[in-house]
Every structure is written in C-alpha cells, then in structure tokens.
C-alpha cells in the first residue's frame, strides 16, 4: 500500500526570538509518486524538517496545499508514519510496548495484538522484546522507532534523518533493513538525511534544498539498479555530481533574511 502526495505552493514563514520573518519554506512544489523512495538533501536551515512536518501534518503552511492520494492534509495520521531524528520512544515502555502502542491508542490492540511479534521480527529485535530503551543499542532504537510506525501500517513513511546518530557499521546495516521494508511493504519513503552517499544508495530521486528561503534546488534521478555498490563508478560519478551542486550554491550570495 503506498500514496502520492502532492505538495504545491508551499510557504511557510517563522518568527525567530528576535521578530525577524524566517522563510523556512519558499513556494515549494513536489509531487511524489506511489512507493517512490525520495531523500531530501540540503545544509542545516534549509527547511527539511519543515517539510516534513507538514507532510505529516505537524505543522500547516501559510499558503499553499499539501495532499495525499488527492485528499487535504490537515492534521497527523496513522497512514503517515514519522520517525525522528533520536527515536522519540517511550522510556517507560519496552521494545513491545512502544511497538504496540500505536495499536492501543487507536484501540485496534485486541485485533491486532498478534501482529506486534511480526513488527519485532521485521525489524531484526527478537528476544529483546522485554528490553526498555535505556538497555538497546541507537541502532536497536531506531529500528523500533520505524517498527512502531510500520505497524500503523502506513502508506507512507517520513524520516527525519534517523541515522544520523549512528556509527557507519550500524547506519549501513540500518540503510539495507530500510531498503528491505520498503520493498516487501511498498510504502512511500521520505528520508530526510545530511549523508549524500545514504540518499544515492536508497534513493529514486534526491530533492537537494537551499537555505534562506528555503526551496527546491533541484531534484536528481537516480536510475542506478539496485543493489548499489558504493564503490561504482555510476556511484562515484553522481556523488561527485551532487557534491559539484553544492559547492555552487554555496558560492551563492545568501541573504540572511529574506523578508
Ligand atoms: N518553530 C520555529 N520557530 C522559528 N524558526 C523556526 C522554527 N522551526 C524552524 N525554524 C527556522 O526555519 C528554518 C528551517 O528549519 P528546519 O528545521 O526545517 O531546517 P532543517 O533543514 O531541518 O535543518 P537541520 O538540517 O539543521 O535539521 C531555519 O532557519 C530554522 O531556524
Ligand atoms: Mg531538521
């Protein structure tokens, strides 16, 4: 099960602590396919997380429109899973009990109850099922983090990057793990990440954004066949690419503020 969603014409503006306006978003249009895998790259402030926010219905724009299969996104729903940067889980409840707690607010736990054992297994963490956050690896809690969102059984999956915190041993592990969901799940990715070799690896398309105001710079396509091999040539060439886009736009003047 997977969606489209369509973001048109997006702005959002902030007021920072000393009343200046911040152009967090700038008319920002994307339209993501159904079971598309997109990353989002782009330096610190460059509205990322924003955006987010708002396709997880975290947030609302000034103007401009966000939908999904067609439909208005106006509030956070279960369809749309998000994991954040550190996990967010419940310290009081083990690996289980943040698994299944999406379940229980929804009430569907009774129903449902039987496929928590399924979420752990996908995720790799049997036998930890009574650990508690403070007793599993970043690693570890991460992947309950997207465990707890698969088991919404969401049409699309919004990431805020979450391997950010990780060695590079445990992030390509977790990299392999996402890939592998994606394709038995067929859902909808958005992976927020800072690493351009993560969204090369995982992608179909990377959204590169710029800073101040934040847009779209540009959107690359990533025809390589899968699996990737982060030694190719093909590899290479388009990391090199992305890297060259970056250095231009930083050579960029940059306002500090737009408004
Ligand atoms: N609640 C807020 N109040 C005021 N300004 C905000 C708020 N949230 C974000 N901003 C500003 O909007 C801009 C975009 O922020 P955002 O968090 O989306 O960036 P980001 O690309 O996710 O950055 P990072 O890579 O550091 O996570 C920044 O200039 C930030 O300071
Ligand atoms: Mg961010």
Redesign the pocket.
């Known amino acids: 099960m997977s969606s489209s969603i369509n973001i048109n014409n997006v702005n959002r503006i ?3 602590v000393d009343g200046n306006k ?1 152009n ?1 978003l700038y008319d920002v249009s994307l339209d993501i396919r159904p079971g598309e895998f997109i990353s989002i790259i ?1 330096p ?7 955006l987010l926010r708002l396709i997880a219905g975290l947030d609302k724009p000034q103007s401009g429109g966000l939908t999904i299969d067609g439909d208005r996104i106006t509030d956070v729903s279960p369809e749309r899973g998000y994991v954040f940067q550190q996990g967010g889980l419940f310290p009081w409840l083990t690996v289980e009990g943040n698994i299944s707690y999406g379940l229980k607010t929804r009430r569907v736990y009774k129903q449902k109850k039987d496929s928590v054992g399924k979420y752990i297994s996908m995720v790799g963490l049997d036998g930890f099922e009574k650990s508690y956050p403070h007793q599993i690896s970043g690693g570890m809690a991460q992947r309950v983090a997207i465990a707890r969102a698969l088991i919404n059984e969401p049409k699309a999956l919004l990431l805020d990057e979450p391997m950010g915190a990780l060695d590079s041993f445990t992030r390509a592990d977790l990299q392999d793990k996402l890939l592998e969901l994606w394709k038995e799940n067929g859902i909808t990715m958005i992976l ?1 990440t ?1 690493d351009i070799d993560e969204a090369i690896y995982l992608s179909d398309r990377i959204v590169i954004m710029t ?1 101040r105001p ?1 847009k779209i710079s540009k959107i690359i396509d990533v025809d390589l066949p899968r699996p990737r091999h982060r030694g190719g040539v093909d590899f290479l060439t388009m990391r090199k690419t992305i890297l060259e886009l970056f250095e231009l736009a930083q050579a960029l003047p940059q306002p500090e503020y737009v408004i």
């Open positions: 902030y007021t920072d911040v967090a782009g610190s402030g460059c509205g990322k997380t924003t927020v800072h800073p934040g």
